[in-house]
């Protein structure tokens, strides 16, 4: 779940709703900055289907005593969230090979620098699993993977984005994470710098350089579940019972 607290609520982001979000800003993205259209249609399911893993777990959101907040995706307990990351990658190996290795370089890419021995029992599997699957493409095109996974990262930060951040937010308020604009991103940018981005105000966002080939809307869903619902029924009850809502966000030059 993705988490966003304001005065007397939180707002509620499923994950999968995320990543729909991501597939949605990718399916625009100029072929022109890519190598080749060769595995766009597989790149852009990875970035629809990345985390499919926590459709299940945010069915029923937990609360984080410690921080008095619903558990969020960053904060979540280690140990399960890295099962159904392994889960969510099965599934998808399940129906495309090529999305499948995106995903598992995506998620190997969170721990890349941890010393935990869960975290690394789990590289060592995704690993393995990435040779075996890069066997299934004899021919493959490293450069070419190497801007999908790098499109793909880049799909999932623009979603939290407009995720984490107030709407119409200034740049000074913005999520610490993008303030500096997207890392990674620099083989995006005709100098070699991240992309940046801003709201224009709290309906429509805009990047530098802009690397979409229209001017375009997506919607995200979310919940706005109260504190004191919460206190009354428990976040499990209190997010079931709280209406889904829809924000419409425009991208234009």
């Known amino acids: 779940m993705i988490i966003r607290e304001i005065k007397d609520s939180f707002i509620m982001i499923r994950q999968h709703d995320h990543a729909f979000l991501s597939g949605e800003l990718i399916k625009h993205f100029k072929p022109s900055l890519l190598k080749s259209d060769a595995f766009f249609d597989d790149a852009l399911y990875a970035a629809y289907q990345h985390d499919r ?3 299940g777990l945010d069915e029923t959101p937990i609360w984080n005593d410690r921080e008095k907040i619903p558990y969020t995706f ?3 307990p280690l140990l399960p969230k890295l099962a159904f990351y392994k889960i969510g990658v099965d599934e998808i190996e399940r129906v495309n090979t ?3 290795l995106l995903c598992s370089l995506h998620f190997s890419s969170f721990f890349s620098q941890s010393k935990n021995k869960d975290c690394l029992v789990f590289l060592t599997g995704e690993a393995r699993r990435q040779m075996e699957l890069k066997e299934s493409f004899p021919d493959l095109d490293e450069e070419l993977l ?3 996974f790098r499109l793909l990262q880049f799909s999932d930060n623009l979603s ?8 119409g937010a200034d740049k000074e308020d913005e999520h610490p994470w993008f303030k500096n604009g997207f890392q990674n991103t620099e083989m995006f940018h005709p100098e070699n710098q991240p992309l940046m981005s801003r709201w224009v105000n709290e309906n429509e966002v805009t990047l530098d350089p802009y690397p979409f080939d229209m001017d375009f809307d997506v919607s995200l869903p979310y919940k706005v579940v ?4 919460i206190e009354e029924m428990g ?3 209190a997010y079931i019972e709280s209406d889904m809502e829809e924000k419409k ?3 234009h030059q």
């Open 98 to 100: 090529y999305a499948s």
């Open 160 to 167: 939290l984005y407009l995720c984490l951040n107030e709407p």
């Open 146 to 148: 190497q801007q999908h």
């Open 53 to 55: 893993s926590w459709i």
């Open 74 to 76: 960053s904060d979540y």
């Open 226 to 229: 109260t504190k004191g619902l």
């Open 249 to 251: 966000i425009f991208f």
């Open 235 to 237: 976040i499990a009850e």
